[in-house]
């Protein structure tokens, strides 16, 4: 089993992936349309490209399950429905999942260690980026009698604004990030962090900013 790779690692590749991602697409539109008019997918991709490029590089997933995630992080591999029953998590998929690296004996002794949501275009407070960021908190947060090889979740987003908005990224961000940390709050054994690349502006259109915001156990 290889050495997995450190936290900062993943989420330098992560911010590197999405702003790598941003370059190609305004490439590729000549000019014309930024990242946020990109699907989220092409945000994964380049994500798992960066990650893949890190000294023995975990194992990536893209869109896997939550119950595979469950099924592969919790040490009683039978029990992820009990988990999702009793934490309220529904079936869903995560953009990027990181597992162990290492040479299987059979189809079910994966270990996943790290889950990575990907939104773009995160501009305002909403109910929708809420309930990731409390969706990954359950994921995180097992109990103390249940062993997971889960070590962090992380929320990583794109945004940009034209030059006519009116409320801007430096005010807009804080308000989000606080909207997310009060999430975490409800969780005792949880903490989380926030990095950015910076608010970059664009001369004559307006500003962008890469964020990844992760939540992991105290």
């Known amino acids: 089993m290889s050495e997995f790779p450190s936290q900062n690692e993943i989420l330098e590749a992560t911010i590197r992936g999405i702003d790598h991602a941003r370059k190609g ?12 008019h990109a699907p989220a997918k092409m945000l994964s991709i ?34 992820f429905l009990d988990y999702m029953k009793k934490h309220a998590i529904g079936e869903g998929v995560f953009s990027i999942t990181l597992d162990e690296r290492f040479k299987h004996e059979n189809d079910n002794d994966s270990i996943s260690r790290v889950i990575i949501s990907i939104k773009n275009g995160i501009r305002n407070i909403k109910n929708e980026y809420k309930n990731e960021i409390r969706k990954i908190c359950k994921m995180i947060d097992s109990p103390k009698d249940v062993d997971s090889t889960l070590s962090y979740g992380t ?19 804080p308000q989000i990030i606080e909207s997310f940390d009060q999430i975490v709050k409800e969780f005792p054994n949880l903490t989380s962090k926030f990095q950015d690349s910076g608010i970059h502006q664009i001369e004559d259109i307006g500003e962008w900013i890469i964020g990844a915001y992760t939540v992991q156990r105290l």
């Not at 305004?26 to 946020?36: D, I």
């Not at 929320?155 to 961000?173: G, I």
């Open 155 to 173: 929320l990583a987003f794109y945004t940009d604004l034209p030059m006519s908005a009116r409320k801007k990224l430096n005010t807009r961000m």
């Open 46 to 79: 380049h994500v798992a490209q960066e990650i893949a490029k890190i000294e023995n590089s975990p194992e990536i997933f893209i869109d896997a399950s939550i119950s595979d995630i469950l099924r592969c992080s919790l040490k009683n591999r039978d029990s």
């Open 25 to 36: 697409f305004l490439h590729w539109t000549n000019n014309r349309l930024y990242l946020s």
